[in-house]
């Protein structure tokens, strides 16, 4: 088995190395988080930031690696120290966020697991969204660590990869799991930073939450089954622009409107109350649910994928149905068919990121890419 490092050199050597149309640097698709509304009748853990720095305030000599930041972290490597000390975090550096709130310059708030400083009054701007508003705010948790005698813990401190979350329904199709995810959505321009919306957890969690999504990618055909995620995170990076963005052109999650967010980015006020309809969640009432609910999210776009269909396309009318019979290409007709088809570029950056992670997992493309 090759090592982790050769493997990702591999998979991210594939992602970039393939011909075709990519974004161009730093710059997103002119398109992306927007364009997937149904245009042709009808209705579209914590991605890890940097790593954390850890500050362990008592005890011996003991401690484990700085962790990331990440849903989920693995324990540190063990130094010296006596037997093991308990561990306990610090006091957040603000409270949530809450959105329609008055803050004034200079308040910190809490929100999907990262803390922001208020640059500028606003009524509760997204701090995700509103970037002249919200800065981000380095805070370091403080670590208890030792027993009772002041000794340092063998395993005082967590650490470890940015990124270590499980997920069964998905590790099994995606050969590092969460790291596999992560390399899939990795741009060809500097300074990537994914939104915490797009969590691997949240995704795990909203592919157990309703019946119909326990048919995705799991047909007990492990080729068919990895193509439909390679296919499904193929249009996620291109809604979003590879996770960096929630809302339509940088529009406020907390807007009364019908804009296009979330990973598949759905769009209008039909498809937000067919969607809250079926998960049973008010999303015409609260669509900011979309774009600042990790698990609402990954829902909306698995009830595009798996449930609604387009009446308003040739053929297959349901995405999950068209990948399953090979048709990449009927999957952008029915997400975005009035607007990219036939074969326009936009449609050909889609076809091209899917071949990108097909390459990642080891299936191949086959054919019907471009509609």
């Known amino acids: 088995m090759k090592s982790l490092a050769a493997s990702l050199g591999l998979g ?9 149309a990519v974004d161009g640097p730093r710059q997103p698709p002119a398109d992306a988080a927007g364009t997937a509304s149904v245009t042709t009748g009808g209705g579209p853990v914590t991605n890890p930031s940097s790593g954390g720095s850890t500050t362990v305030v008592a005890g011996g000599a003991a401690g484990g690696s700085a962790g990331g930041t ?10 010296t120290g006596g037997a093991a000390g308990s561990v306990s975090m610090g ?16 308040d910190i708030v809490q929100f999907m697991g990262s803390y922001y400083q208020a ?4 009524p509760g701007y997204d701090p995700t969204v509103s970037t002249f508003f919200w800065s981000p705010l380095p805070c370091t948790p403080v670590v208890a660590a030792g027993g009772s005698t002041g000794s340092g813990g063998s395993t005082a401190g967590s650490g470890g990869a940015a990124n270590t979350t499980t997920c069964a329904r998905l590790d099994k199709l995606l050969p590092m799991g969460s790291t596999t995810f992560d390399a899939m959505f990795q741009p060809p321009w500097a300074g990537h930073v994914a939104k915490a919306l797009y969590s691997y957890s949240g995704l795990c969690t909203a ?24 296919a499904f995170f193929a249009h996620v990076a291109k809604e979003t622009a590879f996770l960096e963005q929630t809302d339509e052109s940088g529009q406020p999650s907390n807007a009364s409107d019908f804009h296009g967010r979330g990973a598949i980015q759905i769009t209008g006020q039909s498809n937000y109350a067919a969607a809250g309809s079926y998960l049973g969640k ?14 609402t999210n990954w829902q909306s776009a698995l009830w595009f994928w798996m449930v609604n269909y387009n009446p308003g396309t040739a053929g297959v009318q349901n995405c999950h149905q068209a990948i399953m019979s090979g048709n990449f290409g009927q999957t952008t007709r029915i997400i975005n068919g009035g607007i990219e088809c036939p074969g326009s570029q936009s449609a ?3 076809a091209q990121y899917f071949k990108n992670d097909c390459a990642l997992i080891n299936v191949t493309p086959g054919n019907n890419l471009v509609c």
């Open 12 to 20: 991210l050597a594939l992602l970039f190395g393939c011909g075709g």
């Open 70 to 79: 990440s849903p989920t972290t693995v324990a540190g490597a063990a130094t």
């Open 91 to 106: 006091k957040p550096c603000g409270p949530a966020w809450v959105a329609g709130s008055s803050y004034v310059a200079g």
């Open 119 to 122: 640059s500028h009054d606003n």
């Open 207 to 230: 592919l157990g939450s309703m019946q119909a999504f326990g048919a995705f990618a799991n047909s007990g055909d492990l080729s068919k089954d990895r193509i439909e995620i390679a």
């Open 282 to 295: 008010n999303l015409t009432g609260n669509p900011g649910l979309v774009s600042t609910d990790p698990v």
């Open 348 to 350: 050909q950056q889609r």
